[in-house]
T-cell receptor, first 113, second 112 residues
Framework: KAGVTQTPRYLIKTRGQQVTLSCSPISGHRSVSWYQQTPGQGLQFLFEYFSETQRNKGNFPGRFSGRQFSNSRSEMNVSTLELGDSALYLC????????????FGPGTRLTVT | DAKTTQPNSMESNEEEPVHLPCNHSTISGTDYIHWYRQLPSQGPEYVIHGLTSNVNNRMASLAIAEDRKSSTLILHRATLRDAAVYYCILRGGMDSSYKLIFGSGTRLLVRP
């Protein structure tokens, strides 16, 4: 069974631009969560989607948004990029919300210049 | 959100057992104890989780204190591939919306 895939793997953007990252969960998994990882703040929870609905959101500004499609694939969008948004963005999927393990993708490395 | 405390780093010799401690004194009755690890340049990888009883799987064992205020991840025979950052996480039930809150983790160095 294929793992969690994220596209693109690397991205360079300029301040003020917007970006969309994509995540395809493991087949059959319905819950998708997004995390941001930076050297200074570590791994931080962004949001969680289940059945096309955002179920929980972390402490990030409204510039960070996401959505989930009927096939459980998810996208996250960051508008008006800032230098501090440079990070590794990780997507994780699980069968359902209350299942023990989450399976992480390799991440998208975003660099904002 | 309940927090966990882990040592910043630990070292081990290859093929020896490793005991990674975690303190979680504010754990609630519905919090599960999860362990993930992150190898260099990869996303985190699930290791094991438990609620009250000790747990074993092919990767590791999880020993949970009787009062649940601490736990220990046990790698029975460390290999070089086990060198990673290990995260101990409390994952709550519906009241915490099942999210994972990562701390700073323990960086495990395995010496050949």
């Amino acid at each position: 069974k294929a793992g969690v895939t994220q596209t693109p793997r690397y991205l360079i953007k300029t301040r003020g631009q917007q970006v969309t990252l994509s995540c395809s969960p493991i087949s059959g998994h319905r819950s998708v969560s997004w995390y941001q990882q930076t050297p200074g703040q570590g791994l931080q929870f962004l949001f969680e989607y289940f059945s096309e609905t955002q179920r929980n959101k972390g402490n990030f500004p409204g510039r960070f948004s996401g959505r989930q499609f009927s096939n459980s694939r998810s996208e996250m969008n960051v508008s008006t990029l800032e230098l501090g948004d440079s990070a590794l963005y990780l997507c994780a999927s699980s069968l359902s919300r209350n299942v023990g393990e989450q399976y992480f993708g390799p991440g998208t490395r975003l660099t904002v210049t | 959100d309940a927090k966990t405390t882990q040592p910043n780093s630990m070292e081990s010799n290859e093929e020896e057992p490793v005991h990674l401690p975690c303190n979680h004194s504010t754990i609630s009755g519905t919090d599960y104890i999860h362990w993930y690890r992150q190898l260099p340049s990869q996303g985190p990888e699930y290791v094991i989780h438990g609620l009250t009883s000790n747990v074993n799987n092919r990767m590791a064992s999880l020993a949970i204190a009787e009062d649940r205020k601490s736990s220990t991840l046990i790698l029975h025979r460390a290999t070089l591939r086990d060198a990673a950052v290990y995260y101990c996480i409390l994952r709550g039930g519906m009241d915490s919306s099942y999210k994972l809150i990562f701390g700073s983790g323990t960086r495990l160095l395995v010496r050949p």
